[in-house]
């Protein structure tokens, strides 16, 4: 199977042109081998990487993040953590999907249980591998709903993508506000109900 690589380019000078950039090997720094199908977030110097999973790839139950040290990510090699699915199996997919907010990330997982879910982590006391693990499941999934494809977060706000959601598989997208805990999130679910030819809801979210 083919190994994946996370390449960072960082620009010199005052534009991309005039001076090249600096182009970082991110995992190979770090001397982490991924195969191929991986998912990336980033955000100022925090970088989350997961395995999406696919040929040769059976077990996807961890989510590394990178945090840079110093001014650039090829002058020393970046602290990692290791995020792992507290509950998972083989196949869930999980990291298929990642994004990230300050100190809080989310991680899709499609195939959990035949339905899907996605995971909240709060960065811990002592990094991203001391985190605290919330699971987010929309209260109406069914089986094959794919719940978890696509994530994304803002805040205290997730959204969700459950593409296999509906009459049809029209697709679906729920929103979470964990505001005030994300152990009982608010939670509303979207979906173009008066046109079912809308179907693949959902594909994209940011």
Request: net charge negative; aromatic share 10%.
């Amino acid at each position: 199977p083919y190994t994946a690589e996370v390449f960072i380019f960082t620009r010199n000078g005052s534009d991309w042109v005039s001076t090249p950039p600096t182009v970082t090997h991110l995992l190979a720094n770090a001397s982490r081998t991924l195969l191929r199908g991986i998912s990336v977030a980033f955000e100022n110097e925090t970088i989350v990487v997961g395995q999406k999973g696919g040929p040769g790839v059976t077990s996807t139950k961890d989510v590394y993040v990178y945090e840079r040290n110093g001014l650039y990510w090829s002058s020393i090699s970046p602290t990692e953590s290791v995020i792992t699915q507290s509950d998972g199996l083989d196949n869930d997919h999980f990291g298929i999907a990642v994004d990230i907010d300050g100190d809080q990330i989310i991680v899709g997982a499609p195939d959990n249980k035949n339905r899907g879910a996605a995971y909240i982590y709060q960065k811990g006391i002592t990094g991203w591998d001391s985190a605290t693990e919330y699971k987010l499941i929309g209260s109406d999934i069914q089986i094959n709903d794919d719940f978890g494809r696509l994530v994304a977060i803002d805040g205290n706000t997730v959204a969700i993508s459950s593409r296999g959601s509906g009459a049809d598989y029209v697709g679906a997208v729920y929103i979470f506000d964990g505001a005030q805990d994300w152990t009982d999130p608010f939670e509303i679910r979207i979906s173009p109900i008066s046109d079912r030819s809308k179907y693949d809801f959902g594909k994209s979210i940011d």
